[in-house]
Every structure is written in C-alpha cells, then in structure tokens.
Nanobody, 123 residues
Framework: QVQLVESGGGLVQAGGSLRLSCAAS????????MGWFRQTPGKEREFVAA????????YYADSVKGRFTISRDNAKNTVYLQMNSLKPEDTAVYYC????????????????WGQGTQVTVSS
C-alpha cells in the first residue's frame, strides 16, 4: 500500500511559477514510476508528466513540455512538479499517482492516487 499526499498548490498570476510536491509512504518508493495528472470539472483526468522509478526517464504532455519539469528524490520519497510560465489553462486540480507497472501515461494504469491539490492561474 502506498499513500500519496500532494502539496504546493495555490493561486498564481499568469507567467508565474509553482512547485508541487507529492510525499509517498512506504519503503519501496523507487520501485514505482510516478505521474502527475490534472483535472477540471466535467473533464477527464489529463496526463501531465511521468518519471521512472530511477528518475532516469521522463515524459511530458505536449501542452506542458518546456514549461514543466518532473523530478524525484527517492531518499525523501517525494516527487516534484516544477511549473513555470503558467497559463490560465493550467488551472486544475493536480494529482500525483504511483505505477507499479513502469512509466505509463494512462490514468487507469496507475495503482495509487493522492487527494489532489488545486492550482489556479489568474489572467
């Protein structure tokens, strides 16, 4: 069982930055690929970024490539999402998730989810 707790969301102006953190419980954190997803009301959960267990491989949605950076610190059982040049369309609830099946992009393939953190970007 893995428990995930996100933090770092908030209100920011367009062009600003935020860093989200996701702290994981358990002693096998490095065996999980981690992902960030986001969701707005009435829409499906959208893939944002993912990172392999070692941190050596990453993947980004086209909409955030070049602006967002995913990273992890396995010693701290934490994954991060650095978000720069934020746009109003980045407004959403952001979720982190853990996958025991490697670096995957689809939400149903993730085993564990956090409760989400709200990010609001004002224009």
């Amino acid at each position: 069982q893995v428990q995930l707790v996100e933090s770092g969301g908030g209100l920011v102006q367009a062009g600003g930055s935020l860093r989200l953190s996701c702290a994981a419980s358990g002693r096998t954190f490095s065996s999980y690929a981690m992902g960030w997803f986001r969701q707005t009301p009435g829409k499906e959960r959208e893939f944002v970024a993912a990172i392999s267990g070692s941190g050596g491989s990453t993947y980004y949605a086209d909409s955030v490539k070049g602006r967002f950076t995913i990273s992890r610190d396995n010693a701290k059982n934490t994954v991060y999402l650095q978000m720069n040049s934020l746009k109003p369309e980045d407004t959403a609830v952001y979720y982190c998730a853990a996958s025991s099946g490697g670096l995957v992009l689809r939400a149903p393939l993730y085993d564990y989810w956090g409760q989400g953190t709200q990010v609001t970007v004002s224009s």
